[in-house]
């Protein structure tokens, strides 16, 4: 049977269907946590000439957790890159992340290889740009792009990468769900492992992964292109990432303009700006409690915000 996603075997290097389980299988339980992100991507063959000359590529996933808007990411971007070269070294690799799945949800996820053409100019101020991103947000939303790279890059780069992922000129296109429970027919279940995907439906039993998370048939690097995602049940990202990835989210559904979602978007708009304000007021009372001598207003101040029934679990006793 040929197919283009594909499950590497635990404990070995074989890749078998990811339709099934297995005694070594673990599946992904309701109030777990799990990650997942990018190992690699090999453009292997020149897909119809494409890869011809100079030529920028994107690599990009969307993703989608139960009813949650599809929210896209940036994971790499350079030019010329030569046929077979892995790429490894993203500056952002997540892909999705959840600290508490409610055991019910679907997840969904789609690859792009994306050709963008610019000059080294603009490559080289949008890489600074998208590295710049990552280390501040944890990831590269496409969907914040152009808010995020105004101030930091030429509005033309912003525009042509902008619109080329509105065209969606994409050389690469896999997509995949994984379901929670069971395996039924069709239905992929959710566990934590290794996965690859193929440009084109292949035979597994002529790959293997090896440890350097490149695939290889007959001990010759693979003809044919491919990326491989890991799926770990832990949350292996900082805190900044999550709130980062709920608000691609909320750009999202604004963006879309979704309307069965408007009210879920305000609730959710509500709900993180009451959080974040009681974050605040959190900080600033520590901030007064740390202080050697108070005025009369601030001494005020501290017993207003001792009163607020949020704040209350985490004020100290003493």
Do not use: C
């Amino acid at each position: 049977m040929e197919d283009t996603i594909w499950f590497v075997l635990p404990k070995t290097k074989e890749l078998v269907s990811p339709y099934e389980l297995t005694s070594e299988s673990k599946v992904i339980q309701a109030a777990q946590p799990f990650t997942v992100s990018m190992v690699t991507v090999v453009v292997s063959e020149d897909l119809d000439g494409i890869f011809r000359g100079r030529n920028d590529i994107l690599v990009l996933t969307k993703s989608s957790l139960g009813e949650q808007p599809f929210v896209e990411r940036i994971h790499y971007y350079e030019e010329e890159v030569p046929k077979g070269k892995p790429i490894r070294n993203m500056f952002a690799d997540n892909v999705f992340v959840t600290d508490d799945y409610n055991g019910i949800d679907r997840l969904w996820l789609e690859l792009n290889v994306v050709e963008v053409d610019t000059d080294t100019g603009e490559r080289k101020a949008a890489i600074k740009a998208f590295q710049s991103l990552a280390t501040t947000a944890g990831a590269v939303f496409s969907v914040a792009v152009p808010y995020a790279f105004a101030a930091s890059v030429a509005v033309g780069v912003v525009e042509k990468l902008v619109s080329a992922l509105e065209r969606d000129t994409n050389v690469v296109k896999v997509k995949l769900a994984l379901y929670p429970g069971a395996p039924r027919p069709g239905k992929a279940p959710l566990q934590s492992g290794t996965y690859v995907v193929f440009a084109q439906s292949q035979d597994p039993s002529k790959y293997k992964l090896q440890p350097n998370g490149l695939i290889t048939s007959g001990n010759k690097p693979s003809e044919v292109s491919y990326a491989i995602f890991n799926l770990s049940p832990v949350k292996q990202v900082s805190p900044k990432l999550v709130i980062s990835q709920k608000v691609a989210t909320l750009l999202t559904q604004m963006k879309n303009g979704n309307t069965n979602s408007a009210v879920g978007t305000l609730e959710f708009l509500n709900n993180t700006l009451i959080q974040y304000d009681n974050f605040g007021k959190l900080n600033r009372y520590l901030e007064l409690k740390d202080k050697e001598s108070l005025t009369v207003k601030e001494k005020s101040l501290m017993n207003e915000l001792a009163k607020i029934e949020a704040l209350k679990p985490f004020i100290p006793k003493d």
